[in-house]
């Protein structure tokens, strides 16, 4: 399968089948060399990311609704628009041959020629249409960056036009290339397959290795980790932690986790595959309690192309969650609550909805303070150039 092919079938996937990008591309790309590869990878994602904008696009200069469109030539228009509107080193008409191509050899032959002719449309108009796309309200920076009214009226209304553009535009871009090492945050041009087989780093965001640093975790400290895999503050913890127990609801990632502690050495972990909600009595007195919680993801839309589409807040499985770590918690115990989202419903609100203390972690770490509430930790990808984690420590 060519690049452009593997790229075809991962769009038609998400937007047809659900299917996660991450997922959809590793099965397609397998027999990719690693510079066609690349090439995939970023027309997939990137067409995954911006498909408003190029829906935008399509209808207006092709002069047909795309829900209309057979799925095929969806696909083949959405991937083309990609090319000529955002990758300037494919050229026009390479962009509509193979767009083309893509719509032939899935069998739509009658379909040909329209596929032509809305290439060569966009081709002439797709620039100055994106560049005339306004950003002054909220739902024409939705379009302009693409992202559902939802994203940008909670950004819109939380942080204002000009961070919440700040936020729209950061994460349209590639995210940084970050690892955890014996030193520290390392952010790299690409990671050496080495390293992660040997167990000498494990990638990691620098947002997500602060978010892991503000658990606090002290020697002699037994930490449970309520929502674990894949693993990486689970094994962050506990190279500090005298004993670590990593909880993960779905046997697969459990068993990936298990493999990942024990490439990092991570003799002191132990997994258990149980619901979070549903723990055995036993798993008691602990010293700290990491909820790192399924979110909307608001934090890492640039790693992550589909999530912006199905993302969704669960303010009330975080609650839920919370209730059972303070209970797991001994007294005079920490409860830290994580989430890779921007959203004061998923932030805020649900530690206020709970009767602890927050510690002051704005104290701890000045950098990443969160403005409006100090005690709160906060990375933000247009401010801090990494994933967009928020955080606050209670005490029992």
């Keep these: 399968m060519t690049a ?3 790229a075809f079938e991962v769009v038609r996937r998400v937007f047809e089948e659900e299917a996660y990008a991450d997922r959809a591309f590793r099965a397609a790309a397998t027999e990719l060399e690693p510079r066609d590869r690349a090439f995939a ?3 997939a994602f990137g067409t995954v990311q911006r498909v408003r904008t190029l829906d935008h696009a399509i209808e207006t200069l092709g002069r047909r609704p795309v829900r209309k469109l057979d799925p095929p030539v969806r696909a083949a228009l959405r991937l083309g ?4 509107a955002f990758m300037g080193s494919v050229p026009d008409h390479a962009a509509a041959n193979e767009s083309v191509e893509l719509v032939r050899a899935a069998g739509l032959e009658r379909a040909v020629a329209f596929t032509n002719a809305v290439m060569r449309r966009l081709a002439a108009g797709i620039g100055s249409l994106l560049e005339s796309l306004g950003e002054n309200t909220l739902a024409e920076a939705g379009l302009k960056h693409s992202y559902p009214d939802w994203v940008a009226e909670v950004w819109w209304r939380e942080w204002g036009r000009d961070d919440a553009l700040g936020l729209m535009r950061a994460q349209n871009e590639p ?5 955890r090492t014996s030193a520290g945050p390392l952010v790299v041009d690409e990671i050496p397959g080495d390293w992660i087989e040997e167990g000498r780093a494990w990638p990691q965001s620098r947002g997500s290795q602060l978010a892991g640093m503000a658990v606090g975790a002290q020697p002699g400290e037994r930490i449970l980790d309520l929502c674990a895999a894949p693993g990486g503050k689970a094994t962050q913890l506990a190279e500090i932690a005298a004993e670590i127990v990593a909880i993960e609801k779905h046997p697969g990632r459990a068993r990936e986790l298990e493999e990942n502690a024990a490439r990092l050495g991570a003799t002191n972990l132990t997994v ?5 909600l549903e723990l055995p009595v036993d ?4 010293d700290r309690v990491l909820v790192d919680a399924p979110c909307s993801g608001l934090g890492v839309l640039n790693s992550r192309p589909d999530l912006r589409w199905r993302a969704r ?3 009330e499985l975080q609650l839920a969650l919370m209730q059972v770590a303070l209970e797991r918690v001994k007294a005079g115990g920490r409860v830290t609550y994580s989430v890779c989202t921007i959203h004061r419903l998923e932030n805020e609100d649900v530690v206020d909805s709970l009767a602890c203390r927050a510690e002051d972690l704005g104290a701890e770490f000045p950098d990443y303070r969160h403005p409006r509430r100090s005690e709160f930790f906060l990375t933000l990808p247009h401010v801090h150039g990494t994933a967009g984690f928020f955080v606050a420590r209670l005490r029992k």
């Design 272 to 276: 258990i595959c149980a619901d979070a």
């Design 283 to 286: 798993l008691t007195g602990f």
């Design 175 to 179: 995210p940084e290339t970050a690892v």
């Design 313 to 315: 807040p669960l303010p």
């Design 81 to 84: 628009a990609y090319q000529l």
């Design 41 to 43: 990878m970023q027309l």
């Design 4 to 6: 452009r092919g593997v």
